[in-house]
């Protein structure tokens, strides 16, 4: 069973709508969560970085929630654009080093005209 | 500024061939990383470096060596290369292992037939 769960696994929205994308993991000791972008052919580039004492981070019209006591978090992007197509990577790290990061498999978000 | 350079982006290679992925980085980047990449799955870590001289095992090693001569670069090894390792390979780097986000770069979409 992966550490780290992302839902749903693939997204199909209209340009301008909203959406939500989850993550629930089960590893500790928590250090940070990330979420990153990742476009087809490319690398994924970071958008958010949480640590335990951080509910909620924004980058632009992105928003990353985290609730650290039920291990769950979120992103949500507000105003969808084309652009916004992309693979989303929720990451979990440990506080025990750089060996200890943890990816989710990802959500495939499709923005159509 | 060129962040963390990949080559070659693609790659054929016959069964039991040998090859090295090139990776440099230009921001002085004492961490950098060896992912995977295969189709719905996260990625998976095959070697870290916490800096020049000092590399270890991440959590798929075996087929692959590293080496970290110098800060800049971390060059990925493939000896007798198998179908198994046909995948897309990430190279990433940063500046601290747990509380900033890693940089990759673009990958090398490695096939072995």
């Known amino acids: 069973k992966n550490q780290v769960e992302q839902s749903p696994q693939s997204l199909i929205i209209l340009e301008g709508k909203n959406c939500t994308l989850q993550?629930?993991?089960?590893?500790?000791?928590?250090?940070?969560l990330r979420w990153y972008k990742q476009d087809t052919g490319r690398g994924p580039v970071s958008l958010t970085i949480?640590?335990?004492?951080?509910n909620t981070k924004s980058n632009g019209r992105y928003t990353a929630t985290l609730d650290a006591d039920t291990k769950q978090s979120s992103l949500h992007i507000t105003a969808s654009q084309l652009s916004d197509s992309a693979s989303y990577i929720c990451v979990v790290i440990l506080q025990t080093g750089a060996n200890n990061l943890f990816f989710g498999t990802g959500t495939r978000l499709t923005v159509i005209p | 500024n060129a962040g963390v350079t990949q080559t070659p982006k693609f790659r054929i290679l016959k069964i039991g061939q040998s090859m090295t992925l090139q990776c440099a980085q230009d921001m002085n980047h004492n961490y950098m990383y060896w992912y995977r990449q295969d189709p719905g799955m996260g990625l998976k870590l095959i070697y870290y470096s916490v800096g020049a001289g000092i590399t270890d095992k991440g959590e798929v090693p075996n087929g692959y060596n590293v080496s970290r001569s110098t800060t800049e670069d971390f060059p990925l090894r493939l000896e007798l290369a198998a179908p198994s390792q046909t995948s897309v390979y990430f190279c990433?780097?940063?500046?601290?292992?747990?509380?900033?986000?890693?940089?990759f770069g673009d990958g090398t979409r490695l096939s072995i037939l």
């Open positions: 993550c629930n993991y089960t590893v500790s000791p928590f250090s940070n």
């Open positions: 990433a780097s940063s500046r601290r292992a747990v509380d900033e986000p890693q940089h």
């Open positions: 949480m640590t335990f004492s951080e």
